[in-house]
């Protein structure tokens, strides 16, 4: 029972209490400065410290909560930013784990650099690769219904019937289709352009928090403490 009630009286006060006792004081203390230089203390005067002492610690109150609801909301921001992505993806019949990947990269740059989320603007990057992404396999599936070499067939055939206005449809269909392998080209290209970024970014920020750690262990001063040690205990025995 005695240690319950030890751990009790060192258990640290809650942060309301410490604030209220912090008040008392400064009341306190300021009145007792006001009395050691000879002011007369009046009940106006002690209610006007106590006003004075509690609109403080009530701003300072409306500060920390304006901070936490900050934070809470950015959190909430950006969870909510992540699911969008991720549902986003899903409709498109796109697999997450490349933008899992990504995102994995990102909590690990953002917890090495805290700015590095404002400074690159890294989710919009995120929110670029997504749209890429569904715009990728949207076109790589369009392709897949459509077979070239069959339409160029036609075409050739179409060609010696004589036919033109087939023809003419024929030709934008292949036209059509090979424009979109450039697509996907050019899309392949930017996807792969900002997963490097990402890397990048993710290993600048790892190389930067650990440029702060002492490279030199000391390995061989300690190594050449204990020669010393030994060489000592040689000398001293008999």
């Excluded at 959190?75 to 933008?99: I, K």
């Excluded at 650099?113 to 076109?139: P, W």
């Excluded at 036209?175 to 930017?190: G, K, W």
Aim: net charge negative; aromatic share 2%.
């Amino acid at each position: 029972m005695a240690d319950d009630a030890m751990i009790c009286c060192d258990a640290p006060r809650p942060a309301h209490q410490l604030r209220v006792r912090g008040g008392w004081v400064g009341l306190v203390g300021i009145i007792t400065l006001l009395l050691a230089l000879g002011t007369t203390v009046t009940v106006a005067t002690v209610a006007g410290v106590a006003c004075v002492i509690l609109w403080h610690g009530v701003v300072r109150r409306q500060r920390w909560v304006a901070v936490r609801l900050a934070a809470r909301a950015q959190r909430q921001e950006l969870a909510d930013a992540r699911d969008r992505r991720v549902r986003s993806l899903v409709r498109a019949g796109v697999r997450e784990h490349d933008l899992a990947e990504l995102t994995a990269l990102v909590d690990e740059t953002l917890r090495n650099d805290a700015d590095a989320g404002d400074r690159y603007d890294l989710d919009a990057l995120l929110d670029r690769y997504t749209e890429l992404e569904i715009a990728r396999t949207q076109t790589k599936t369009l392709l897949q219904r459509f077979d070239r070499g069959a339409l160029v067939r036609q075409l050739d055939a179409t060609t010696r019937a004589g036919k033109r206005t087939r023809r003419d449809l024929l030709e934008r269909r292949i036209a059509h289709i090979d424009a979109c392998r450039d697509r996907i080209t050019a899309l392949d290209d930017d996807v792969d352009e900002i997963r490097e970024l990402v890397c990048l970014l993710a290993q600048r920020a790892s190389t930067a928090a650990s440029e702060g750690i002492d490279e030199s262990d000391d390995i061989e001063r300690r190594v050449m403490m204990l020669d010393d040690r030994d060489e000592v205990a040689a000398y001293m025995s008999p």
